[in-house]
């Protein structure tokens, strides 16, 4: 922890969706993540598949490099992010 503190390191951040039924919305959302460092995406029951090909093309391959799960529970989900001390970015669209 001492290490992670003197090199200016902050506690990971996870990309919060909920209801992003666009292909290309979830891929360009991806983009950005991986470009602001993002450790993850949690994306909530009826976003659009980020293994969709227009998901896939908009992300230029960035679905395929940074972590990712649906979250059939969404309230629990939000519960267990803010339990475990990850930073969180929920965008407003």
């Known amino acids: 922890a001492a290490l992670a503190a003197a090199a200016g ?3 990971p951040t996870l990309l919060l969706l909920d209801g ?3 292909p290309e919305n979830v891929g ?3 983009r ?3 470009a602001f460092g993002v450790a993850g995406v949690v994306l909530s029951p009826g976003c659009a598949d980020p293994l969709y090909r227009k998901a896939i093309r908009a992300s230029m391959g960035a679905v ?3 972590p990712y799960t649906f ?3 969404w309230p629990e989900a939000l ?3 803010k339990a475990g001390g990850y930073g969180f970015f929920p ?3």
């Open 32 to 34: 950005s993540a991986l």
């Open 28 to 30: 360009s959302l991806f």
């Open 79 to 81: 519960s267990q992010v």
């Open 20 to 22: 992003v039924i666009k």
């Open 71 to 73: 979250a059939p529970h």
């Open 91 to 93: 965008p407003h669209l």
């Open 9 to 11: 390191m902050r506690r």
């Open 64 to 66: 395929f490099k940074l």
